[in-house]
């Protein structure tokens, strides 16, 4: 793996219904880091509204062999995509063993994927004992919709992560108010960095 301190290669994947807007912290994320100096992959993965777990594998296993060997390699994952980074995770896709770290942001639940027809085959792989192979971050609100059983529950304890739960931040999207987020820009630039909610939001 690469640490440096300079300009870094990221990652930015996209969650199920997702088609990029502009106001969505993503891709406000994806253009700071853009003006920064930063090299940035924020691809709308194929068919956001009905995705095919292979398809959105091998879309991975692509952008994972085209980030820049000579930066850090971060990735930042939202909702459906966090599971898609899990299912990678169990099925040792190729290439994420050179991401040096990773933040995974509002992931839903199995139950939840499980009753909407467009995205359960995403079913979570078993999660007790799962290696997840770079330093990693989870994030998520504690009023998730799409994770009605609470974040840590779900993902943080079988994983052996300690969530990091936003107040009233929900989803962690559009709906939520989360164009701009701050405290993510900080953390792709110091991944030491602390998340809060984004100003105007209560802490």
């Known amino acids: ?4 301190t300079g300009p870094r290669s990221f990652l930015v994947l996209h969650g199920w219904q997702n088609h990029r807007p502009a106001d969505h912290w993503q891709h406000w994320l994806a253009d700071r880091l853009t003006e920064r100096g930063h090299a940035v992959a924020y691809p709308q993965l194929p068919d956001p509204d009905d995705p095919a777990l292979e398809v959105w594998l091998g879309e ?3 952008l994972l062999d085209g980030l820049d060997a000579g930066r850090e390699r971060v990735v930042v ?3 459906l995509s966090v599971v898609l980074w899990l299912q990678a995770v169990a099925r040792g896709l190729p290439g994420l063993d050179a991401v040096d ?3 995974l942001v509002a992931p ?5 994927l499980a009753g909407h027809p467009e995205v359960a085959e995403f ?3 078993s999660l007790d004992g ?3 192979p770079c330093p990693t971050r989870l994030v998520a609100g504690d009023d998730d919709p799409y994770c009605p059983e609470g974040v840590q529950s779900a993902y943080g304890t079988p994983l052996g992560l300690t969530a990091e739960v936003l107040p009233g931040a929900a989803h962690l999207d559009l709906d ?3 164009g701009s987020w701050p405290s993510v820009l900080e953390w792709c630039e110091n991944g030491d960095a602390r998340f809060t909610v984004r100003p105007g939001r209560p802490s």
């Open 60 to 62: 991975l296993a692509r």
């Open 130 to 132: 799962l290696t997840l």
């Open 1 to 4: 793996m690469t640490t440096t």
């Open 101 to 103: 770290r990773v933040l």
């Open 123 to 125: 079913a979570l792989p």
């Open 108 to 112: 839903p639940s199995a139950p939840v």
């Open 77 to 79: 994952a939202h909702s």
């Open 176 to 178: 939520a108010g989360y």
